[in-house]
């Protein structure tokens, strides 16, 4: 079982629908907890970082995490074009030397 | 300098052939990583500095991958007797803490002919 898990994708919706995007993980004892944004030929970049369960807002970007299920997300409101990317969930944290592992990623795609 | 650079951007070898990758991380980043970006996939972790411990090589997929990285500075990616199954994106990041922030480079495509 890989340690964490996401929906591939890919995904396609009209501009402004709500988008959710899901991982599930295996190691109960992960703490941090983030979702990176991938432009083509791009490095990724830090969308939303959480470190507890619950809900953190970022504008139209809401991250969940859900400890008991270990289960996360993403929720983007009003989606735009622009959003149109790849989006990596990342797990890190059970120990103070722990490695930072990816999903493979669901690349999104706003239709105007 | 301002962001993770590394070079080269663009490599393209022989099969058989040996490559190095290098990464120059931002200044004070005592965490360093090395993923794999197949195309059309998400990142494979490969391997990750912090500070002066000893590197975690769980994700190195044969020994013909090295990586070394000197202090808090500079690392490099070595992949020896290259083959094509190693054509890939080669993406370095740095981070100022354990499970920090990640900051990526732009990445070295390696096509493997």
């Known amino acids: 079982q890989k340690e964490v898990e996401q929906d591939p994708g890919p995904l396609s919706v009209p501009e402004g629908a709500i988008v959710s995007l899901n991982c599930t993980y295996s190691n109960s004892a992960f703490q941090y907890f983030m979702w990176y944004r991938q432009y083509s030929r791009k490095g990724p970049e830090l969308l939303m970082y959480?470190?507890?369960?619950g809900n953190k807002e970022d504008g139209r970007f809401t991250a969940q995490v859900d400890k008991s299920s270990k289960y996360i997300s993403l929720f983007i409101r009003d989606s735009q074009p622009s959003d149109s990317a790849t989006y990596l969930c990342a797990i890190s944290g059970y120990s103070s030397a722990s490695k930072i592992i990816f999903g493979s990623g669901t690349r999104l795609s706003i239709r105007p | 300098g301002a962001g993770v650079s590394q070079s080269p951007s663009n490599k393209v070898t022989e099969k058989g052939k040996d490559v190095e990758l290098r990464c120059d991380p931002i200044?004070?980043?005592?965490?360093l990583y090395w993923y794999r970006q197949r195309l059309g996939q998400g990142l494979e972790f490969l391997i990750y500095?912090?500070?002066?411990?000893?590197?975690?090589k769980s994700g190195l997929p044969s020994d013909r991958f090295s990586a070394e990285r000197t202090g808090e500075s500079v690392s490099t990616l070595t992949i020896q007797r290259t083959q094509q199954e190693d054509s890939a994106v080669y993406l370095c990041a740095s981070s100022l803490r354990p499970s920090g922030e990640l900051f990526f480079g732009e990445g070295s495509r390696l096509t493997v002919l």
């Open positions: 200044s004070g980043h005592t965490a």
């Open positions: 500095f912090q500070g002066n411990s000893a590197p975690d």
């Open positions: 959480t470190y507890s369960s």
